[in-house]
């Protein structure tokens, strides 16, 4: 029997994979998603039906903000019953994070949403845009035993699909520019594409609606330590006013200075309500507070663990939690799971 065709929503929202250079003049001008057939006819031999939607107005993901996240998963959303999945062409600079707010925003999602983009502009004869393109609508379109093969937010770039919310973009000039250094690939694509079903996250059941939060809050800032960094700094970074949430970047296993002034600080910052949540400024590997003396003092003065997040899970799962407004406790019993496989303790 035929396996009956997916139906494939692409959304472009700006970035350099939507470029293409002009045949007269030599210059960059935005490339025509919706005559994707008449660009690259194979298209028509994949087992997909495509719409195309362009997002208004079509912005550099530099400029991409929590307001335009909330749009993106609406549309989704409004769009989710007719489609079996969806791809989100997105600029590379801060695709992490608007992929890692969307895996939080959507509270069962049950269909794929595969994020991708390209280093070199689509209509550029060497573009890695083309086959970033055309591997991502055929994982969204995927199927297994009759399901979405990757009902996840995920990242495609460079033959691997990623678990969105484990990535960071690593390059500003490879190929290769997306990293997961805490979760394995989800698929990694040869003359095959080969998924790794073990590490997929599947909703125990598949909701015809699709519910997003309604909105994410403000009041975060990110702090990176580094040696140096002095009293007077810190203390009115985090004083300033509306901060609700500390994402703080230590060194190693988690590892901050002992210093008095320093757990003085950080412990009249939580006694004010602020929530600090230690990730570590390295890559790969995770936050283990436990292991020196230099962590357990941040633990014993009320720092969260963040174990192995990437900074834009981190954030984007702060803005999340925090716009629940739920109780204290309840963020925090929040904040100290997984939600969306964000995180291996
Ligand atoms: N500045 C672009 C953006 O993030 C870069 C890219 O798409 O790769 O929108």
């Known amino acids: 029997m035929e396996t009956p065709k997916s139906s494939i929503l692409i959304i472009y929202t700006?970035?350099?994979?939507?470029?293409?250079?002009?045949?007269?003049?030599?210059a960059l001008v935005p490339f025509?998603?919706?005559?994707?057939?008449?660009e690259f006819p194979s298209l028509k031999r994949l087992n997909v039906d495509i719409d195309v939607q362009t997002m208004s107005p079509v912005i550099d993901s530099s400029n991409v903000a929590p307001d335009n996240w909330i749009a993106l998963a609406g549309l989704i959303r409004d769009?989710?019953?007719?489609?079996?999945?969806?791809?989100?062409?997105?600029?590379?600079?801060?695709m992490s994070y608007?992929?890692?707010?969307?895996s939080f925003l959507f509270e069962n999602l049950a269909k794929p949403v595969v994020f991708t983009g390209s280093q070199?502009?689509?209509?550029?004869l060497r573009t890695d845009g083309r086959e970033n393109l055309i591997t991502a609508i055929e994982i969204a379109g995927a199927r297994r035993?009759?399901?979405?093969?990757?009902p996840e937010v995920s990242l495609y770039f460079q033959n691997r699909l990623f678990r969105a919310n484990r990535t960071t973009k690593r390059s500003a000039e490879a190929l290769n520019a997306f990293r997961s250094y805490n979760y394995p690939p989800l698929a990694e694509v040869g003359v095959n594409i080969a998924y790794n079903?073990?590490?997929?996250?599947r909703p125990a059941v598949a909701d015809p609606e699709l519910r997003i939060a309604r909105r994410l809050?403000?009041?975060?800032?990110v702090i990176k330590l580094f040696p140096g960094l002095g009293e007077q700094i810190l203390r009115s970074m985090l004083s300033a006013p509306g901060l609700r949430a500390v994402v703080l970047e230590t060194f190693g296993a988690g590892n901050a200075p002992t210093s008095e002034w320093f757990i003085r600080v950080l412990r009249e910052a939580i006694g004010h309500g602020i929530i600090i949540l230690n990730i570590t400024q390295c890559g790969g590997g995770k936050v283990s507070m436990e292991l020196y003396e230099t962590g357990l003092r941040l633990q014993k003065a009320g720092v969260l663990c963040g174990y192995d997040m990437t900074t834009e899970a981190a954030v984007s799962k702060l803005m999340y939690v925090l716009g629940l407004e739920l109780s204290g406790e309840e963020t925090l019993a929040l904040l100290r799971k997984p939600l969306r496989g964000e995180f291996s303790a």
Do not use: E
């Open 145 to 150: 035993n009759g399901a979405p093969a990757v």
């Open 79 to 94: 769009n989710y019953a007719r489609y079996d999945g969806f791809v989100v062409l997105h600029g590379t600079d801060t």
């Open 217 to 221: 809050a403000d009041g975060i800032a």
């Open 14 to 26: 700006g970035g350099t994979i939507g470029m293409k250079t002009d045949a007269a003049t030599g």
């Open 32 to 38: 025509d998603f919706s005559a994707i057939y008449d």
């Open 197 to 201: 079903f073990p590490a997929v996250i």
């Open 98 to 102: 608007t992929a890692s707010a969307l």
């Open 120 to 124: 070199i502009p689509i209509g550029v």
